[in-house]
């Protein structure tokens, strides 16, 4: 049976460990407004320029730029977007084991299967599963949009020097603070997003001329979609923390509830049996 002192000490832990978690589910909160309203302002602006160039990779030809041209699935790069710390819940898990999952079940299309990882936790599950050919760590803190700038550029060389056929990009889509939706999109090569009943494209006029153009967007759009992306996976993990830690919070509560009950119960103990040490003595005295 533990003692009063164990008990009253691992009361303390627990109260400690609560000021903790309360400390940085205000911090997540305080975050959170504002990754929130970043992606919700970076949605309509990537949404539609995935639109445009969609429908212009539907009218021009994959001669017209590399980032167009469909290749034979041979190698496959996988970037996956994950956060640097943890408590976070099954924010990191769950997309590791998409990514995992993903790796496997293409194994045999592709001759070479590569991962690219933004983020630490993505790294440390993936590093020893799958060949990962660079990672990126401590850039979500301080987001910017050069950082994915140079990132979308760093693939999109890469995609241009043929080292990949396909880039895939997988992330926390954020939807509330309670629920994220894991996300694979393909970044490259840029196809049509037209469906299949548009029978009717519509035409577009260039202004300088169509080469100029889609060598400025293409690059822009991979640029765009990788930081929308980025955006999304900080303000999922704020939100997925801050659900994590009020519920670590509340189990505190009742793990300090329920320590206290115990410990009161001990103590209420242990006063009876000195008082029946006492009566007992004084009974033995008597007689």
């Given at each position: 049976m533990p003692t009063l002192k164990s008990i009253k000490k691992r009361i303390g832990s627990v109260k400690n460990t609560r000021q903790i978690t309360k400390a940085m589910k205000m911090v997540s909160a305080a975050k959170l407004r504002r990754a929130q309203e970043n992606v919700v302002a970076a949605r309509p602006y990537a949404g539609k320029l995935a639109e445009v160039l969609g429908r212009l990779a539907q009218n021009v030809g994959s001669d017209v730029s590399p980032l167009l041209q469909e290749r034979p699935k041979e190698r496959l790069l996988l970037i996956v977007v994950t956060s640097d710390r943890g408590l976070c819940g099954g924010f990191n898990a769950n997309i590791c084991k998409a990514a995992d999952r993903f790796l496997k079940g293409n194994a045999r299309e592709y001759k070479e299967l590569s991962v690219m990882t933004i983020g630490r936790k993505g790294y440390d599950f993936l590093k020893n599963r799958h060949k990962v050919v660079k990672s990126h760590t401590n850039i979500q803190s301080n987001l910017n949009y050069q950082t994915a700038a140079l990132i979308a550029r760093e693939v999109i060389e890469s995609f241009v020097a043929d080292e990949y056929d396909e880039?895939?990009?997988?992330?926390?889509?954020?939807?509330?603070?309670?629920?994220?939706?894991?996300?694979?999109?393909?970044?490259?090569?840029?196809?049509?997003?037209?469906?299949?009943?548009?029978?009717?494209?519509?035409?577009?006029?260039?202004?300088?001329?169509?080469?100029?153009?889609?060598?400025?967007?293409?690059?822009?759009?991979?640029?765009?979609?990788?930081?929308?992306?980025?955006?999304?996976?900080?303000?999922?993990?704020?939100?997925?923390?801050?659900?994590?830690?009020?519920?670590?919070?509340?189990?505190?509560?009742?793990?300090?509830?329920?320590?206290?009950?115990?410990?009161?119960?001990?103590?209420?103990?242990?006063?009876?049996?000195?008082?029946?040490?006492?009566?007992?003595?004084?009974?033995?005295?008597?007689?």
């Amino acid at each position: 049976m533990p003692t009063l002192k164990s008990i009253k000490k691992r009361i303390g832990s627990v109260k400690n460990t609560r000021q903790i978690t309360k400390a940085m589910k205000m911090v997540s909160a305080a975050k959170l407004r504002r990754a929130q309203e970043n992606v919700v302002a970076a949605r309509p602006y990537a949404g539609k320029l995935a639109e445009v160039l969609g429908r212009l990779a539907q009218n021009v030809g994959s001669d017209v730029s590399p980032l167009l041209q469909e290749r034979p699935k041979e190698r496959l790069l996988l970037i996956v977007v994950t956060s640097d710390r943890g408590l976070c819940g099954g924010f990191n898990a769950n997309i590791c084991k998409a990514a995992d999952r993903f790796l496997k079940g293409n194994a045999r299309e592709y001759k070479e299967l590569s991962v690219m990882t933004i983020g630490r936790k993505g790294y440390d599950f993936l590093k020893n599963r799958h060949k990962v050919v660079k990672s990126h760590t401590n850039i979500q803190s301080n987001l910017n949009y050069q950082t994915a700038a140079l990132i979308a550029r760093e693939v999109i060389e890469s995609f241009v020097a043929d080292e990949y056929d396909e880039v895939h990009l997988l992330f926390n889509a954020f939807r509330s603070v309670m629920s994220q939706d894991i996300t694979l999109d393909k970044l490259l090569p840029i196809t049509s997003s037209a469906g299949e009943e548009e029978m009717l494209p519509p035409q577009y006029i260039y202004e300088p001329s169509q080469g100029e153009l889609l060598a400025e967007l293409l690059p822009k759009h991979i640029e765009v979609q990788l930081f929308r992306a980025l955006l999304e996976s900080v303000a999922a993990e704020h939100g997925a923390r801050m659900t994590a830690m009020d519920s670590a919070s509340k189990n505190a509560n009742e793990m300090i509830s329920k320590l206290t009950l115990q410990y009161n119960r001990a103590r209420q103990a242990a006063i009876t049996k000195e008082l029946m040490e006492i009566i007992s003595g004084a009974e033995s005295i008597k007689g």
